[in-house]
Every structure is written in C-alpha cells, then in structure tokens.
C-alpha cells in the first residue's frame, strides 16, 4: 500500500475501497526558486515541438512572461498566449483557446482558477499533453481531473485530463493577493462537509465510497487551520501546507472519480452565486469566498442536523413537479432548461424524492454514527477563516440574510449530486433549520 501523499503521484494502485485508482499527475515540484526546473518539466512531460504559455494579463505579470523567458532562453520553441481581459470560465471561451493552441506540441498554463481550467479543458479537447504553474494557493483545480465551466448558464463540471505536472514556487504563491489566498482556504476548509455529504449519498443511494480522499489531506488540516492568521504574513511554512493541502485536494478527486470528495452542499450553495450573477448580470466574490461561506453555514447545518431524532423524518406528500418546474421556469428564467433537468433525475415521475424521508428514519442511528466523525471539531473551520481574515458570513460577500436563505433553499436544485440539503429538501425541514442557523449566526 502507497502510503506517503508523494507516492501516489503517477500511481495505479489497488485500494482498500475495492478499486483499482489511477493519479495521472506524475510530478509536484514546490518550494522557492522553482522556475528554475522548467526546462526539465517541459523535457519530461511535454517533449519537443511548440509549446504554447496561456496567461491572462495578471497571471504573465505574476509568473507567465518569466516562464516564457526561462523556456526561451533554454532553447524551447515557445509562444504565448494572452486571454485578454477578465477572462470567462465558460465553454465557449475554452473553443477560442482550444483555436489559438492547436498547432501546440503542448501547453502550460500559467495561472489559477480561470485560466487553469480554460488552458486545461483546450488541451483536453485538443489532445494535448499539459501541466501547469501555479499562480496562487486559490484552489484545488491544478491536480483536478474536472473543469468548471458555465454551459448555457449552468456551472458544470467537464472532465479533463489532469495536469501532468505542477509546479509551485512558494515566493510566487505567498505574492499573490491575498484575497487568492483566502479563496484557497476557503475552498479547502470544505473538505469534511463534502465527505459527510459523500457519506450521505453512499449510506442512502448507495453511490460507491472510498475512505482514502479524506484521509489525503487529514494530516495538513491542522498546519492550515492553527496557522491561518500567518498567511498575511506570507508565511512560507503555512503557504507549503495550504498549497499542498489544495493540490492533494484536486488529486482526491481523481481517486474517486468524482468531484464528491471535493465539493458537497457548500459547492453548491456558491454555484448557485455564480449563475445568478450572471443571469442578473451583476457581480459576484471569489469562488473559494463564497465556498468558505457556505462551509460555515453547512457545518453549523449539520450540527443541527445530528441533533435531530429519527422521529423528525416522515414521508411527505409527492412533490407536483409542473408546480415545480414553473417554480424554477420563474427563478432561473432563460437559463431554467439545464436546472429543470438536473431537477426532474432528483425525483420518480410521481414526485417522490430518490430518498424517503422514512429510509432516512429507519436508519438514523447508523447515519449519525457514520457521518459524525467528519464534522466533530469543524466549528475550527469558521474560527481560522476569522483570524485568517477570510470570508465566512454572508454580509461580507454583500448578501442580506434572506438573500443567502434564497440560495440555500435553490441550489439543491442545479445539479443531481445527494447532500444534505437535499435530505432536508425532502424532509420539508430546510427552510425552518435555515431559520435556525441563520437567526444565531453572527460576525
């Protein structure tokens, strides 16, 4: 058994869960002064040919113009290109890439969340061999084997090839803005609200479960969190663990196959900000910062949640799914298709959730028992965001509390994936413990 995190990196392995897994990520190379090792990246993961640097006008200015400098002085045939402007993560933006790139022997990108998931979804598209440099401890995309793109105004997961290699040069990471670096913790903090979710969908619908994913990154959890007031400072040491934390985070979805140990409830409540922004056409904050707000609220929620008895589960009156479609024809309005139809798989042609109220009863105590473990302790989560001086209450991403009740009571909505607010959805008892959680949480 592979038992060191590096181990695993190129891996196929047999595991504990029953399955054969897979890390396409063959290489992480962090630490400070690390460009340096371009040239052997590219020899390694990319070979000869053209290989074209993706920036956007911010990512060439952090790393991108001296990647291309270093590549070039070392005699690689390179080119880079600029996403103008600030780029949209959605696919019809990854299509123009996918265009500029494609007489490419390879591609690097250079940057974060954005420019990451366009640079990797063209290359995927392409057939291209990549890996990336990261630009800021943001989030755990670099490893991932997805993409978050918009799709005729749903956020969705794509697959991809994940990132041959990263590269993390820690005085570039600790350089970025600091509201990046929030982002990223406020992305991994939701690690065991995802896996409690996980859990749920495993005990209820049976969805296949590894025990691996949440145990990747357990051993880090306290480097981050008792040290997150010193990434202000640029603390060399808490950045490494931040960083490696995300990066084995995008590594854990690969493992599972899936985005669930990686995004639960608390991804979707952020989903939801992002796709009504960009049906009102307003602005919305990172999308770590919004995951770190709704990481605070689902574990308050799941506290809540424990506490109650097998007896406040009982079968409710089928949903009336014309009722509901309208309902969602109104709040989603030209965008309403993509989110109707993620909706309808949730339910039988009568109305009935995939999970009875009454199975939830029936098997209360196990639940309590097998989801208990992953959020014990997780009011720690809220505690680091604060002293960190990270987002965690609605207010500070410019919601009003019935604003952020609006979004809790949609999202489950937008995608098929089990959490808890879809037990609670169908329970007819998220509106009420909402109430609850948000009438006692204040800044």
């Known amino acids: 058994m592979l038992e060191r995190r590096e181990d695993l990196l190129g891996a196929t392995f047999d595991c504990e869960c029953g399955r054969e897994h897979r890390v396409e990520t063959r290489e992480i190379i962090m630490g ?26 911010r990512t060439r200015e952090a790393a991108g113009q001296r990647v291309f400098d270093i590549l070039k002085k070392a005699g690689v045939t390179v080119e880079i290109y600029v996403v103008s402007g600030y780029p949209k993560g959605d696919v019809e933006t990854v299509a123009v890439v996918a265009d500029a790139v494609q007489s490419a022997a390879g591609v690097i990108t250079v940057g974060s969340g954005t420019v990451n998931d366009l640079g990797k979804a063209a290359a995927h ?15 755990n995309g670099y490893t991932s084997s997805i993409a978050a793109l918009v ?47 996980w859990m749920l969908s495993h005990l209820l619908l049976g969805s296949h479960y590894c025990p691996r994913p949440f ?20 603390d060399i040491e808490t950045f490494a663990a931040l960083s ?26 952020s989903h939801t900000i992002d796709m009504r922004a960009l049906l009102k056409g307003h602005e919305h904050d990172l999308h770590g910062a919004q995951v770190g707000v709704g990481t605070s609220f689902m574990v308050r929620l799941y506290h ?30 030209r965008n309403a298709a993509p989110v109707i139809e993620q909706t309808l798989q949730q339910f039988d042609e009568e109305g009935r959730p995939q999970v009875l109220p009454e199975t939830i009863a029936s098997r209360w105590d196990e639940i309590k028992e097998r989801v208990t473990p992953f959020v014990a302790g997780a009011e720690r989560i ?31 909505y937008i995608r098929n994936r089990f959490t808890l607010l879809h037990v609670l959805r169908d329970a007819e008892l998220l509106s009420d413990m909402t109430d609850q959680v948000l009438a006692e949480w204040t800044r």
Request: with cysteine; proline share 5%.
């Open 32 to 57: 400070q002064d690390v460009l340096k090792n371009l040239p052997g990246l590219v020899a390694r993961h990319l070979g000869e040919g053209r290989i074209y640097v993706v920036v956007d006008d």
């Open 125 to 139: 598209q392409l057939g291209l061999p990549y890996f990336c440099v990261a630009t800021a401890a943001s989030m």
């Open 151 to 197: 799709n005729s105004g749903l956020k969705t997961t794509v697959p991809t090839t994940p990132s041959l290699a990263v590269l993390c040069d820690l005085d570039v990471l600790a350089g970025a803005p600091l509201e990046l670096t929030y982002a990223g913790l406020g992305d991994v903090v939701s690690k065991p609200v995802c896996n409690a979710d």
């Open 215 to 234: 145990g990747l990154i357990k051993e880090l959890e306290d480097v981050y969190l008792s040290r997150a007031g010193q990434l202000k400072d640029g």
């Open 244 to 269: 490696e934390a995300l990066l084995y985070s995008g590594v854990s979805m690969c493992i599972a196959g899936s985005s669930a140990p990686a995004s639960g409830a608390e991804h979707l409540i």
């Open 304 to 333: 809540r949640f424990l506490k109650l008895s097998a007896d406040s589960f009982r079968n409710q009156e089928p949903v009336d799914l014309d009722q509901l479609k309208k309902h969602l024809t109104d709040y989603w309005e």
């Open 382 to 412: 809220e505690q680091a965001l604060r002293v960190a001086g990270a987002k965690y209450h609605p207010d500070q991403l410019g919601m009003t509390m019935g604003d952020f009740k609006t979004i809790v009571m949609e999202c489950s």
